[in-house]
């Protein structure tokens, strides 16, 4: 692979009109990392980081969150940085006047699956291991469906952008309404 290693260059001094899809912008990422994704590339969105302050957002979380999960469990994808408003409205069937506030739109978002590695476990390791973030949410985490069931969504705000709530949530599934509903701690849905 070519590009650039970018992975020290201070936040304010990188610019998406300077990078290509190849640069190396963390220890273990490349920017094209940042954005993949089956559905957009599938119906043909743009699911491009459209600015600098998406850019920074992104290459933090990528630096602060990612590289260290790389490190402690070796190669793998993120299902979900960076989505657009467009792929954001695809995925949740939204019309095109809606704008998401999904942390995802502002970069400041990860969705993780490891396959050797059970996602509520991943999630704990998560909570007790990374220096910061601001949500840590077991998303959808079945055991009737297996351990890698669900995945981890993990967010972090960018510096200047406030304080990380480091709440750790579970979306999991109400017996009683039988809805998705998000519950404080870390633990799988209930049949």
């Not at 890698?148 to 960018?158: A, C, F, K, T």
Request: glycine fraction near 6%.
């Amino acid at each position: 692979m070519t590009g650039r290693d970018l992975s020290t260059t201070p936040l304010n001094d990188l610019r998406i009109a300077e990078l290509d899809p190849q640069d190396r912008i963390a220890r273990h990422f490349r920017l094209y990392e940042l954005t993949v994704s089956e559905t957009a590339d599938r119906q043909r969105i743009d699911n491009r980081i459209p600015d600098d302050r998406v850019l920074r957002s992104a290459v933090h979380l990528a630096r602060a969150v990612l590289d260290p999960v790389r490190e402690a469990f070796g190669s793998f994808s993120p299902n979900s940085v960076f989505r657009s408003q467009a792929l954001e409205r695809s995925l949740k069937a939204k019309p095109s006047s809606w704008i998401s506030t999904s942390q995802h739109a502002e970069g400041r978002a990860c969705d993780i699956e490891i396959v050797a590695k059970p996602t509520l476990e991943l999630a704990a390791w998560a909570s007790s291991t990374l220096a910061e973030f601001d949500q840590i949410i077991c998303e959808c985490y079945d055991p009737r469906k297996g351990p890698n069931s669900g995945w981890v969504h993990i967010s972090l705000l960018p510096p200047g952008a406030g304080r990380n709530r480091r709440q750790v949530l579970s979306y999991v599934l109400d017996p009683g309404s039988g809805r998705l509903v998000y519950v404080n701690g870390l633990q799988a849905s209930q049949a």
